[in-house]
């Protein structure tokens, strides 16, 4: 019904720059939140950062003033550019988004991206 499909992930050097990329598809009829999240080994999942549609975005604390995150709501999009990159970056990062699908009737639903792997050397 609805599919998050991610790119931009890699390998990069410490202080370096990164720009995520995620596309949603399908049967959406409304995005309200797009959000990043990562998960490093053996860590739990986080928010990194997040965009509700028409507000303002959100970042954790350890990414603020480094990373941006935009959505593009015309064509279903959110980007994060992620700036001074650090080893405690390194991670699976996820692209998550909050829809209301119209595949059967109108129902709300999360969704997730397959994740895209950022490693950031020393």
């Known amino acids: 019904q609805v599919q998050l499909v991610e790119s931009g992930g890699g390998l990069v050097q410490a202080g370096g720059s990164l720009r995520l990329s995620c596309a949603a598809s399908?049967?959406?009829?409304?995005?309200?939140?797009m959000a990043w999240y990562r998960q490093a080994p053996g860590k739990q999942r986080e928010l990194v950062a997040g965009?509700?549609?028409?507000?303002?975005?959100n970042y954790a604390d350890a990414v603020k003033g480094r990373f941006t995150v935009a959505r593009d709501n015309e064509k279903n999009t959110v980007d994060l550019q992620m700036n001074s990159l650090d080893p405690e970056d390194t991670g699976v990062y996820y692209c998550y988004a909050d829809v209301l699908d119209s595949f059967r009737g109108l129902s709300r639903g999360s969704y997730w991206g397959q994740g895209t792997q950022v490693t950031v050397s020393p």
């Open positions: 399908g049967s959406i009829f409304r995005i309200y939140t």
């Open positions: 965009i509700p549609d028409g507000g303002n975005a």
